[in-house]
């Protein structure tokens, strides 16, 4: 079994910063493709980005150029970094591995 437990959501103005980590615990010995999943009130689960193999890192085109997935290996940890945050990126943010969700976190954009 893997337990993920994200932090650091919460309510942030339009053009500003969060940073979203999710920690990794139980039967895990690589967090290669650990990832960030977002789903806004009344739209499927997207991929936001994950992080595979080394540095190698994918994004949703919504959020190239904002959003930087990183990690910590050490401590089995992946985090979000979010930039330049919009309205639309409204939304319960869930950490992914494998078979494997965390609870979700809210990340809310409004003035």
């Known amino acids: 079994q893997v337990q993920l437990v994200e932090s650091g959501g919460g309510l942030a103005q339009p053009g500003g910063s969060l940073r979203l980590s999710c920690a990794a615990s139980?039967?895990?010995?690589?967090?290669?493709?650990m990832g960030w999943y977002r789903q806004a009130p009344g739209k499927q689960r997207e991929l936001v980005a994950v992080?595979?193999?080394?540095?190698?890192?994918n994004y949703a085109d919504s959020v190239k150029g904002r959003f930087t997935i990183s990690r910590d290996n050490a401590k089995k940890t992946v985090y979000l970094q979010m930039n330049s945050l919009k309205p639309e990126d409204t939304a319960v943010y869930y950490c992914?591995?494998?078979?494997?969700w965390g609870q979700g976190t809210q990340v809310t954009v409004s003035s």
């Open positions: 992914n591995f494998r078979f494997f």
């Open positions: 992080i595979t193999s080394g540095v190698t890192t």
């Open positions: 139980g039967s895990i010995f690589s967090i290669n493709g």
